[in-house]
């Protein structure tokens, strides 16, 4: 019975033991995305023209929220157009974030990382592959 529990803890043991290898083995990568957006000529394109739209949305709230006397109708209607405006500005957005976080991925393989995080995940150590990032980025869009 004990040359079980021996063997089964040893077994354990064994298992962490290689666990903890494998975690080593991981090159641990990172980039600043606000650099990387700030670089990207199609972000702020889009933020433009989501920007006029969303103007003219405001506008014509204005417009229908002035034909109301309710002040928390008002409110719920700034608060919807709020909310709608700002999963429009995402969903716009997402196909350059998708681009970038490719551009990211392809420069991390070619650099060895095999884990990929943004810079305010990590604390201590990794690989800045942001100027890489930046640099395929503009490539790209030439």
């Not at 957005?93 to 551009?103: F, R, V, W």
């Amino acid at each position: 019975m004990r040359k079980i529990s021996a063997v089964a803890i040893l077994g354990v043991l064994m298992v962490f033991a290689l666990g903890a290898t494998a975690f080593a083995a991981d090159k641990i990568g990172f980039f600043y995305e606000e650099r990387v957006f700030a670089a990207s000529k199609k972000i702020p394109e889009i933020r433009k023209e989501f920007r006029q739209k969303a103007e003219q949305k405001i506008a014509a709230l204005k417009q229908k929220a002035s034909q109301t006397n309710n002040a928390k109708a008002r409110k719920q209607m700034l608060q919807q157009l709020e909310l709608d405006l700002r999963i429009e500005e995402e969903a716009a957005i997402e196909p350059a974030i998708k681009e970038i976080n490719l551009i990211a991925r392809q420069v991390a393989i070619s650099k060895g990382v095999t884990v990929l995080v943004d810079s305010q995940t990590i604390c201590y150590g990794g690989v800045d592959i942001t100027n890489d990032v930046v640099k395929a980025l503009k490539a790209q869009s030439k």
